[in-house]
Nanobody
């Protein structure tokens, strides 16, 4: 069982930056791929970024490529999402998720463990 707790959301102006963190409890954190997903009001949950357990494989949605950076600290059981050059369309609830192994990292339906989400609001 893996428990995830996100933090770091908030309100920021367009062009600004925010950093999200996701702390994981449980064993063998490095065996889990970690993903960030987001859901805006009235929209489906969408993939944002994912990182494999050893950080060798990293994926980004095209909409955030070049602006967001995912990273992890296996010693501290934490995954991060650095978000720069934020746009109003980035406004959403952001969720981190954990998946054992490294297959299907961009597919939200494959992730069994989810955090409660943190709100990110970008004003224009």
């Amino acid at each position: 069982q893996v428990q995830l707790v996100e933090s770091g959301g908030g309100l920021v102006q367009a062009g600004g930056s925010l950093s999200l963190s996701c702390a994981a409890s449980g064993r063998s954190f490095s065996s889990y791929a970690m993903g960030w997903f987001r859901q805006a009001p009235g929209k489906e949950r969408e993939f944002v970024a994912a990182i494999s357990g050893n950080s060798f494989n990293i994926y980004y949605a095209d909409s955030v490529k070049g602006r967001f950076t995912i990273s992890r600290d296996n010693a501290g059981n934490t995954v991060y999402l650095q978000m720069n050059s934020l746009k109003p369309e980035d406004t959403a609830v952001y969720y981190c998720a954990a998946l054992y192994g490294s297959r299907w990292m961009t597919d939200s339906t494959k992730y069994p463990y989810w955090g409660q989400g943190t709100q990110v609001t970008v004003s224009s």
